[in-house]
């Protein structure tokens, strides 16, 4: 549509595996308009990739080894793509997604930071001076972790 001015006033994203494109579900109208969704769908990548690794899975031990037509090409794309599917499904949780959870003051977002940097750091170069920053960093998280839950 050419020449005209719309305002879009909200776009999510869906959760889709039906295509190679991130499927989009754009809303258009006032600004004002609330849009916002009630909950969000957290995904555990870590156990999708852990649990694609397995090779012994019935569903893809249906596929056949010699794949000559068309329909045999559509059959073990419906089969890997409702593996894929199930897989992200089972591995994902729905979460409210205006959580009441606090954000972590500054200061101890920068001690994490800090640590996590010395870890990486002590990990690659192994000298003593650098486990005892990283221990000594640790114990400083452990105390300032201890005062943030009493402020709460």
């Not at 889709?16 to 004002?32: A, F």
């Not at 870590?46 to 080894?65: G, R």
């Not at 002590?122 to 990283?134: D, I, L």
Request: proline fraction near 4%; aromatic fraction near 4%; charge should be positive.
């Amino acid at each position: 549509m050419k020449g005209v001015a719309l305002t879009l006033s909200c776009i999510e994203t869906l959760q889709c595996l039906d295509s190679d494109h991130r499927p989009v579900l754009m809303k258009l109208g006032s600004l004002t308009g609330d849009c916002h969704p009630l909950n969000k769908t957290r995904s555990n990548w870590q156990k999708v990739s852990t649990i694609l690794d397995e090779i012994n899975t019935p569903l893809l031990n249906n596929i056949p080894n010699d794949i000559v037509s068309t329909d045999d090409i559509d059959y073990t794309i419906g089969a890997l793509t409702n593996h894929i599917r199930t897989v992200v499904d089972n591995s994902s949780r729905v979460v409210p997604a205006n959580s009441d959870r606090k954000e972590l003051p500054r200061d101890f977002r920068e001690l994490i930071r800090a640590k996590n940097a010395a870890l990486r750091r002590a990990g690659k170069y192994f000298t003593c001076e650098n486990r005892s920053h990283s221990r000594a960093l640790q114990r400083k998280i452990k105390a300032r972790m201890e005062e943030v839950k009493n402020e709460n």
